[in-house]
T-cell receptor, first 115, second 112 residues
Framework: EAQVTQNPRYLITVTGKKLTVTCSQN?????MSWYRQDPGLGLRQIYY???????DKGDVPEGYKVSRKEKRNFPLILESPSPNQTSLYFC??????????????FGPGTRLTVT | DAKTTQPNSMESNEEEPVHLPCNHS???????IHWYRQLPSQGPEYVIH???SNVNNRMASLAIAEDRKSSTLILHRATLRDAAVYYC?????????????FGKGTHLIIQP
């Protein structure tokens, strides 16, 4: 089954403790992206990757890192989480990033709470 | 991406058609119209997209006005599982790896 998976689905952590949220897709998609969703603010893009070893900042990259060493994986790293990073995070992938005709597939989400 | 305007919420009855409107008066000639939906506690899900002509797929139909300043997502026979927030999004075919810009969307309520 074609899908985007994220782990963990739920995470409660403390300020400053490094964490990684994993994202994996099995559709051989070139483009992958991370979003955060906050009440009243909609989904905002954090980082995206056009292909292996190619990443770039989205609208809200501060406090986050990503890497794309393999085509299928795109982990989101919070080196020193803070309470304002408490949010619902979605990973997404698409066959090609520059083509407006391709849909994005989203993972189920990771709910992160930083205390 | 150009801006879209949708009603905050709509209500319909199960097994009846639902027409979800979207206004995009500043749409450019290279903008595709995409619809996504987000069911409770799930990630967004692609529904349909189009450029100028009406489009149909297994989930829905998309009717695009002749001047392209508005469009309507049509669910032909709503079920309780269609209760979700529906987002109308414009995507410029001219390029850009920008993420999708989700507005507030329309919260669709389905009554049994």
């Amino acid at each position: 089954e074609a899908q985007v998976t994220q782990n963990p689905r739920y995470l409660i952590t403390v300020t400053g403790k490094k964490l990684t949220v994993t994202c994996s897709q099995n559709m051989n998609h070139e483009y992958m992206s991370w979003y955060r969703q906050d009440p009243g603010l909609g989904l905002r893009q954090i980082y995206y990757s056009m292909n292996v070893e190619v990443t770039d900042k989205g609208d809200v990259p501060e406090g986050y890192k990503v890497s794309r060493k393999e085509k299928r994986n795109f982990p989101l790293i919070l080196e020193s989480p803070s309470p304002n990073q408490t949010s619902l995070y979605f990973c997404a992938s698409s066959l090609l990033g520059l083509a407006a005709t391709y849909e994005q597939y989203f993972g189920p989400g990771t709910r992160l709470t930083v205390t | 991406d150009a801006k879209t305007t949708q009603p905050n919420s709509m209500e319909s009855n199960e097994e009846e058609p639902v027409h979800l409107p979207c206004n995009h008066s500043t749409i450019s000639g290279t903008d595709y119209i995409h619809w996504y939906r987000q069911l409770p506690s799930q990630g967004p899900e692609y529904v349909i997209h189009g450029l100028t002509s009406n489009v149909n797929n297994r989930m829905a139909s998309l009717a695009i006005a002749e001047d392209r300043k508005s469009s309507t997502l049509i669910l032909h026979r709503a079920t309780l599982r269609d209760a979700a927030v529906y987002y109308c999004i414009l995507r410029d075919s001219g390029g850009g790896a920008d993420g999708l810009t989700f507005g507030k969307g329309t919260h669709l309520i389905i009554q049994p």
